[in-house]
């Protein structure tokens, strides 16, 4: 099984649906990472947390909220969804003191029409 | 200026070249620095970290220099399968979340 899996892996919406992506993690990492990715920008940070009762908006967070239900979860969700929210959202993972870097999951590529 | 820069390519390199690639921050108080391969469509995944001596992993050596604020990605003896896109990533220590990945640069190693 994958140190970091999300789901769905690709999902079709339609403008205005609520959404939601899911994370889990077996890596026992307190810190856990919400990313987009679209062409030519690189990757954008969501939101992040730290542990479970710490929750913190990143660059781009308009539009989006999480939940961090355990140590191992934590979704996204898009409230109401718009087309320019198509992109590529990744779930990532660090210990407390990242000097390993990151583990991230497969990926969600998100469409929404 | 971003505060991580990266040239986005590609880079076309036949195999067996040797290609380096540059990362510039702005933060002079960055203190990790990393190196990430991403293959298309895919996750990220951690090729290597930088350490400040320089550090080196079968092919690939990564150098950092302070001075100058870049890390640098060596790839000798390119193999068709290190065509990715190589994403720098720097980390500082200052208040708040400090961690900052490159666009990314794309490498097509050709027969």
């Known amino acids: 099984d994958a140190d970091v899996t999300q789901t769905p892996r690709n999902r079709i919406t339609k403008t205005g649906k609520r959404i939601m992506l899911e994370c889990s993690q077996t890596k026992g990492h307190d810190r856990m990472y919400w990313y987009r990715q679209d062409p030519g920008l690189g990757l954008r940070l969501i939101y992040y947390?730290?542990?479970?009762?710490?929750?913190n908006k990143g660059e781009i967070s308009d539009g989006y909220s999480v939940s961090r239900q355990a140590q191992a979860k934590f979704s996204l969700s898009l409230e109401s969804a718009i087309p320019n929210q198509t992109a590529l959202y990744f779930c990532?993972?660090?210990?407390?003191?990242?000097?390993?870097?990151?583990?991230f999951g497969s990926g969600t590529r998100l469409t929404v029409v | 200026r971003k505060e991580v820069e990266q040239d986005p390519g590609p880079f076309n390199v036949p195999e067996g070249a040797t290609v380096a690639f540059n990362c510039t921050y702005s933060n002079s108080a960055s203190q990790s620095f990393f190196w990430y391969r991403q293959d298309c469509r895919k996750e990220p995944k951690l090729l290597m970290s930088?350490?400040?001596s320089g550090n080196e992993d079968g092919r690939f050596t990564a150098q950092l220099n302070r001075a100058s604020q870049y890390i640098s990605l060596l790839i000798r003896d390119s193999k068709l399968s290190d065509s990715a896109t190589y994403l720098c990533v720097v980390r500082g220590n200052t208040g708040g979340f400090k961690t900052i990945f490159g666009a990314g640069t794309r490498l097509f190693v050709k027969a």
């Open positions: 947390s730290f542990d479970v009762k710490d929750i």
């Open positions: 990532a993972t660090s210990d407390s003191t990242e000097a390993r870097g990151y583990t």
């Open positions: 930088v350490y400040s």
